[in-house]
């Protein structure tokens, strides 16, 4: 057993990693400075410079108008809009999700592997939400695409033989066991049902779920699918167990 493997089995399942720690508490900051701190004004132009808005990015230049952030605001909203929640719920939500898939899959990859693996899962969720709304007007918020890449990454190896929801008792190296191949994974009815049960939560969650903190926001279960698609496909790319079972 690797050195890693061997503080994770020591590790009670209660105590999160380090950087899911800090997440949870950037993400409370966050919100508390939206809400708490800054006047509606100041409130409203937050949203509009750190939101994602898909017609920011498409929409034609419109003469004295200037968009908060300009060109720079145009690529940090593509994940900045992740930082960002409705309510208090919306927050608890993602949070309870956020300890749960990516406390195993920030085990595994390490806090800084983790972290840009999740900003590109909350960039991968934009792009998806604009590519069926290019002309959207709607602030995209919350950290649920980031999540949803958690989810589908920790999806790939918690079902192997020893893992967490691999059946039977879980190795005490559970959250490093071998990745699944996307093959392999599409043949195991539990995990067909796992994605399928997923599906269904994020469509019906997306369609009538609307965070009261911010007017007019949306929280789009295409964003999530997004999301999912890139941490499904991507995990090879950060995963250091794969590269050290290759070598």
């Known amino acids: 057993m690797s050195p890693r493997s061997e503080r994770a089995a020591r590790e009670p399942v209660f105590n999160l990693p380090a950087v899911i720690v800090a997440s949870l508490a950037v993400l409370a900051i966050v919100h508390i400075v939206r809400v708490y701190v800054l006047t509606e004004a100041q409130a409203s132009w937050f949203i509009a410079a750190f939101a994602f808005i898909p017609i920011r990015i498409t929409g034609p230049d419109i003469p004295g108008f200037y968009w908060p ?13 992740a930082f960002l929640h409705g309510d208090w719920m919306h927050y608890a939500v993602n949070g309870l999700w956020l300890a749960a898939f990516g406390t195993p899959l920030a085990r595994r990859f390490g806090s800084v592997r983790f972290l840009i693996f999740s900003l ?7 792009a998806a939400h604009m590519l069926l709304y290019p002309a959207g007007t709607s602030p995209l918020i919350g950290a649920s695409a980031a999540i949803s890449a958690q989810m589908a990454a920790s999806a790939r190896f918690a079902f192997s033989a020893g893992g967490r929801l691999g059946g039977g008792i879980a190795r005490s190296d559970a959250d490093f066991r071998p990745a699944l191949s996307i093959v392999e994974m599409f043949r195991d009815r539990r995990i067909v049902a796992f994605l399928g049960v997923w599906f269904v939560f994020n469509l019906l969650f997306g369609l009538f779920f609307t965070p009261p903190g911010v007017t007019t926001s949306s929280i ?6 997004g999301g999912f698609v890139f941490g499904l496909l ?10 050290a079972r290759r070598a």
């Open 69 to 81: 952030g300009g060109l720079a605001g145009d690529v940090w909203t593509f994940f900045s809009y």
């Open 120 to 126: 590109l899962g909350a960039a991968a969720g934009a």
């Open 220 to 225: 789009a279960w295409e964003a999530h699918l």
């Open 234 to 243: 991507a995990f090879p790319w950060f995963d250091p167990v794969g590269r």
